[in-house]
């Protein structure tokens, strides 16, 4: 009586991340290149620039630059204006702003041939991603990510998303970008903060992954430190490396459980919010992942020893490594939700990484709240006698 | 000096369409056997269900019939509430549907391993398709459409979207579902205008895929018009696995610019705006298949003869042939602008599907408005002929 149809089929998905230098002057023909061998014959290609407010203010040449450059290489046809938007959680935070971008996707026609470019932070190419992922069911989107994090981190992935209701990322999709560019001028105009708090996905990457980049990040902390920028772009090329790494040999769109790159962010998305995003993506992860690393070293997964590098090289970087919210009280102490909220963002089943070395993670589906409270006291005491 | 880094990778995909009656008979054990498979041990799956307001009216009994199917197999947990949107492009172009459908996934903790399922048309499917899309980056989608049109066509795919400032569609994504379920008690209580609309889909994947069908569509025209309901199962059956095998076949994201299901559409489309929606997706898309078929007539494409066979099966199917706004006094006509929508919305170049015989279809880049005026002409007389 039954009877069914089976439908099978895989899609692929490619993409560069380049990296540069001034992508806009006009003697850089990379960005130009991208665009020249993907003319379609007979269709002119559009493009339009979603561009981060903060970056507007640190680059007041910008805008000028860009229209230069597409005066100058007419490849493709610039949008009458580029759109300016508010960086950070706001973008995120207020639904307004992936519907105004939305709305100037329909306004400059830009159609599933054209590109939505879009040149900031983590945030405003989160929110700039999902505008581009379902207007007219997906423009081609181009990222220009300017911030030490989401070079190396957020801006070469696969997702997108904006916050609602004050969950985070909770709408969102997995569309991988046309092509990312890292140019490390953005870099120079960073706050000493912005700068540093990019690391952290770094440690993390070196932490479950890549125990030689740990060794270099140790090598390599007062230059990082001192806002050396060759020194920076190879750390911003091995962790977007090995990011880049774990999409593909995984599940890219995460339809199972596993989510080994969130080690230490369970507790920095709570941090996050409970701070009304104060303490920034960077710091936070900074923070949980002291806090999980010394409970892996509570487990006895991880030695003493480890442990102190870890937290001697988040010092030396200059993060804090712990928080007044991130002392536990009881079981109920307000940290403690995100592990609810991380197991529902994963669908149902928490997972967590720990660490059994440094360069290794593994995953383990509990966590012992009295440890945590034991781990969170221990970070505290750490972090007095430093201070 | 300048360097990048190569992201490659494939990501499959895979659902079942199953043909079913009374889905939710206690004795009907297909959908919990689907939800059982895919059970995940130590999680608590849930599933909430979204509800065409239509189907709810002629299906009293059905969301009692839903809570006591969810009673007897306690596999996954339905949740408190079964949520009723309306049907028709209402649900589509009001961006409050999309956000309450989003609103409640959040409310009921919808999770990425639990389930949203949609029952109704194809609008409410498209709508609640992208709310589950775009939750939680994509929450599990079970689509159970309760029309011709939905059961063999729009329902079965890969597309969802709602319509942005007027145009259809402007926003959605490709997302296939967990599975879809065609039920055909849900055929027995639609309008005669319900029944008769969905087989236009039909009639256009046999007219450039499959001529057999076109052939078993004459034969079968009579017992289709009396409803009987064995003989629709087979056009749906058959018309969903030629749209299938398109799918996995082609460009199932469609990241080209071919569009060759959309034989008749851009009239079709253009059409349904231009009357508020008063004429129905599938009677547009059979005035749009008459059209470019006496189009495909007069380029001498295909014969007179093949002509006048497509014209009499959607005329003994019950069709209406024209339109008054079809009529087409000079290149500014509204219509006209429905052949530049197409092409945005298909990314700059336009691609239309004509007939070269009945059942092949083949892609041309450009329409000849003077001799789509005489088709439209055509179209008339052979309309008056019938009245």
Redesign the interface.
Same mark, same amino acid.
């Given at each position: 009586?039954?009877? #069914? %149809? +089976? /439908?099978?089929?895989? &899609?692929?998905? +490619? #993409?560069?991340?380049? =990296?540069?230098?001034g992508l806009f002057d006009i003697t850089n023909t990379?960005l130009n290149d991208f665009l020249n061998d993907r003319k379609?014959e007979?269709? /002119? /290609?559009k493009i339009l620039f979603v561009l981060d407010e903060g970056v507007a203010k640190s680059h007041p040449n910008l805008v000028d630059k860009i229209n230069a450059y597409f005066d100058h290489f007419s490849t493709v046809k610039l949008a009458e204006n580029i759109v300016l938007v508010p960086g950070g959680e706001k973008v995120k935070n207020h639904s307004y702003y992936n519907e105004f971008i939305?709305n100037t996707i329909?306004d400059y026609?830009i159609?599933?041939?054209?590109y939505l470019a879009a040149i900031g932070g983590g945030s405003v190419l989160d929110t700039a991603g999902?505008s581009a $992922?379902? $207007?007219?069911? !997906?423009v081609k989107h181009i990222r220009i990510p300017t911030t030490v994090l989401s070079q190396n981190d957020s801006g &070469?992935g696969v997702?997108n998303?904006v916050n609602?209701?004050s969950?985070k990322?909770?709408? !969102?999709?997995?569309a991988?970008p046309a092509a990312v560019f890292n140019d490390d001028q953005f870099l120079t105009t960073l706050t000493d903060r912005d700068w540093r708090s990019g690391m952290s996905e770094a440690i993390k990457v070196a932490l479950i992954k890549d125990g030689d980049f740990f060794n270099w990040l140790e090598t390599n902390a007062t230059d990082l430190s001192a806002r050396d920028l060759p020194t920076m772009n190879y750390l911003i090329?091995r962790c $977007? $490396?090995r990011h %880049?790494e774990h999409?593909?040999s995984g599940d890219? =769109? +995460?339809?199972g459980?596993a989510r080994p790159l969130d080690f230490g962010h369970w507790s920095a998305h709570k941090l996050e919010q409970l701070t009304n995003f104060e303490v920034t993506h960077g710091e936070a992860v900074a923070m949980g992942i002291a806090l999980d690393s010394v409970y892996s070293g509570l487990k006895g997964n991880i030695s003493e020893d480890e442990v102190r590098r870890i937290i001697d090289l988040l010092l030396r970087l200059g993060f804090a490594i712990t928080h007044p919210l991130m002392e536990l009280q009881d079981e109920s102490s307000p940290l403690l939700l995100g592990l609810n909220e991380f197991r +529902?963002? %994963? !669908?149902?089943?928490l997972t967590i990484t720990l660490l059994t070395a440094i360069g290794k993670g593994q995953e383990v589906?509990e966590m012992d709240w009295l440890l945590l409270k034991k781990a969170s006291e221990k970070l505290k005491a750490l972090d007095a006698k430093v201070a």
């Open positions: 009586m039954h009877d #069914y %149809l +089976e /439908q099978s089929f895989s &899609v692929k998905f +490619e #993409y560069r991340v380049h =990296f540069t230098s990379l379609i007979g269709i /002119q /290609q939305i329909n026609g159609d599933r041939h054209s999902l $992922a379902v $207007a007219h069911r !997906g &070469v997702k998303g609602f209701k969950k990322n909770f709408m !969102g999709t997995f991988p090329k $977007a $490396a %880049l999409i593909r890219p =769109f +995460e339809t459980s +529902e963002h %994963l !669908g149902g089943r589906n």
